[in-house]
């Protein structure tokens, strides 16, 4: 009776590590980066302010006031509008950000490098420029890093991971969806996962997240010596194929300046996909669209003088809708147009992210290629397929010839 009981006991504690472990596996307390920006503010980087005044706060403000103007030019060089100045005024009205990069402050002086965000609406309309950005299908980005060996994706924080978060996605033409890295995602975005090129695996994934294809952004660092040199090999990869479209290899001069190398090779990275996207190289793959379950064959014979009724119809089909939500105003307006489609018995966001992507669920009283054909044919732009769709105002006019922003920071 005793033994028998010793069995039992270490049974439970066996069982009850085994579960401690799964739980471990996919609750990791520091391993989620959200992404600090997903706005489609403009961006100019690099701004280099030396400004003396009569105190420190002085100093700074005027540093901060210089590099508006500077940056101002640049923008309206870039998209063409010539380069003028305006006031100082407007520009506080126009500028929703300034980015620190490095920064010395002293008694009376300011030296730093900054980075100033344009709201793109307000700067657009200034220069008489549409802001208009056409862009790719939704792609989920599965960061891997090599170090030491080992690639690592969400199992735990990385610098790459961090990287990634830190780049502010909205002047690329390339739709970035980056996951957090909590909850499922170790076990469903891992190193084995990039892999694995079967398509109907990719599909499930895929839809959790609301994405058409995946990118798979990869570095491997090779350190020379402790606290020497680094250098990063950055490729730019994609696919379920795993597909190669370019590489870069950086240098920084020791390990302090891993951070600055990782930002850098996320910015020729996302160069290397636009080039891609531009190319026709990254498109979506056929074998990730959306495969409609086959039905058994029924027996029931309907009458002729009776039509037929959809099963579709009964009850009602639930899509989820992801959309581009600004402000509160695009939400009910979104809201608004999705109820106007024939059909559509509900429609309510039931995940707000004002300034993000927010999802809506609809209750649509046919199939989900009904309800995309239906909002194609009211001037919207779909992405994606089956009850998981993406959605976007398509545009009235053809945009601008935009110069490209080659600004790096290296």
Sequence with gaps: MRLRLFFLTTAAVALLLGTGIGIAQIEGGDRGVAPVD????????????????????????GG????????????????????????????????????????????????ATLGVLFDRAKASAALGVSDYVSRSAPMVVIPVMWSGGTATVFEQRTPWQEAWARYRTGNSTVDYIRPVGSGPDPLLLNYGQTQRPGRGWWRSVLN???????????????????????????????????????????????????????????????????????????????GLSYVPPVEAASDVVTPDDSPPVESA?????????????PGAPAVNSTEAAMRAVPGVASAA??????????VMTVTYGGTPDAFRAALQSRGWQVFGTG???RIRRAPQLLPPDVAADNATAE
Excluded at 48 to 57: E, F, L, Q
Excluded at 86 to 100: A, E, K, R
């Design 38 to 61: 997903s706005s489609s503010d403009y961006e100019v980087s690099g701004i280099s302010v030396d400004v003396a005044a009569k105190d420190a706060d002085s100093a700074r403000y």
């Design 208 to 286: 959790q997240y609301g994405g058409s294809d995946v990118l798979m952004p990869t570095v491997r660092l090779y350190r020379q010596w402790p606290g020497g040199p680094v250098v990063g090999v950055f490729q730019a990869r994609g696919g379920p194929d795993n597909r190669l479209f370019g590489q870069v290899a950086l240098r920084v001069g020791s390990a302090a300046g891993v951070p600055q190398l990782l930002d850098a090779g996320v910015k020729r990275l996302d160069d290397l996909y636009q080039a891609a996207l531009r190319g026709g190289l990254l498109r979506g793959d056929p």
């Design 349 to 358: 966001t039931s995940s707000l992210a004002l300034g993000g992507i927010s």
């Design 387 to 389: 009850a998981t769709i």
């Design 313 to 325: 119809t009964i009850g009602g089909t639930t899509i989820s809708v992801q959309f581009d939500s």
């Design 64 to 111: 901060w006031r210089l590099a508006q103007r500077k940056a101002w030019v640049q923008l309206s060089q870039r998209l063409g509008a010539g380069g003028g100045l305006v006031s100082d005024g407007t520009l506080d009205s126009l500028v929703s950000g300034i980015v620190i990069g490095n920064e010395q402050i002293g008694p009376n002086r300011y030296i």
